[in-house]
Antibody
Framework: EVQLVESGGVVVQPGGSLRLSCAASGFTFDDYMMHWVRQAPGKGLEWVSLIRWDGGSTSYADSVKGRFTISRDNSKNSLYLQMNSLRTEDTALYYC?????????????WGQGTLVTVSS | DIQMTQSPSSLSASVGDRVTITCRAS??????LNWYQHKPGKAPKLLIYAASSLQSGVPSRFSGSGSGTDFSLTISSLQPEDFATYYCQQTYSILLTPLTFGQGTKLEIK
């Protein structure tokens, strides 16, 4: 059974930093591209970042580019999101999501999310 | 960036109704379009990928169509468990342009 479990969400002050983790199981982690998606309170889904299966390529939403860094450790079946220079508008539930292999990209499994609150 | 615009933003319907949600891309995305269902407190669920392919395990009352810039999701006969928020997502040139979701369509019970 595929499982994605996010952790690391806390309350942090504006300008602070935080690292989110996503532990994956039930599939061959290093075969798949992975993503972070967030949902701010009362808002819709917003894609945040992706990382290729080997970590060789990454991409970011304009809203987080230069502040967030996605990474992965395939030996630990883990995905990470380093979040720096946090702003109040980064407050959201952060999901990790697994992409499919081949064909049109789509997110076939999602975690339950971890809550990040940026507030003074 | 490619903008995705869904309509309507909200919709009231009854069990058994046929409903259609539309999604328009700001530029052609071929069929790089997915649909998700999201319920409060749950993880989003993939319904349709590549514009019209039904994800495994999803009931056949869900269907998708379209290509280029105009897409639609249809639920042929609403069931109580279908009341949720629906999002379209474009995944065109994923390593070159940011992926984007539509703003969502909240489907409520009339």
């Amino acid at each position: 059974e595929v499982q994605l479990v996010e952790s690391g969400g806390v309350v942090v002050q504006p300008g602070g930093s935080l690292r989110l983790s996503c532990a994956a199981s039930g599939f061959t982690f290093d075969d798949y591209m992975m993503h972070w998606v967030r949902q701010a309170p009362g808002k819709g889904l917003e894609w945040v970042s992706l990382i290729r299966w080997d970590g060789g390529s990454t991409s970011y939403a304009d809203s987080v580019k230069g502040r967030f860094t996605i990474s992965r450790d395939n030996s630990k079946n883990s995905l990470y999101l380093q979040m720096n220079s946090l702003r109040t508008e980064d407050t959201a539930l952060y999901y990790c999501a697994k992409d499919t292999a081949g064909g049109n990209s789509r997110f076939d499994y999602w975690g339950q999310g971890t809550l990040v609150t940026v507030s003074s | 960036d490619i903008q995705m615009t869904q309509s309507p933003s909200s919709l009231s319907a009854s069990v058994g109704d046929r409903v259609t949600i539309t999604c328009r891309a700001s530029q052609s995305i071929s069929t790089y379009l997915n649909w998700y269902q999201h319920k409060p407190g749950k993880a989003p669920k993939l319904l349709i990928y590549a514009a019209s392919s039904l994800q495994s395990g999803v009931p056949s009352r869900f269907s998708g169509s379209g290509s280029g810039t105009d897409f639609s999701l249809t639920i042929s006969s609403l069931q109580p468990e279908d009341f949720a928020t629906y999002y379209c997502q474009q995944t065109y040139s994923i390593l070159l342009t940011p992926l984007t979701f539509g703003q969502g369509t909240k489907l409520e019970i009339k």
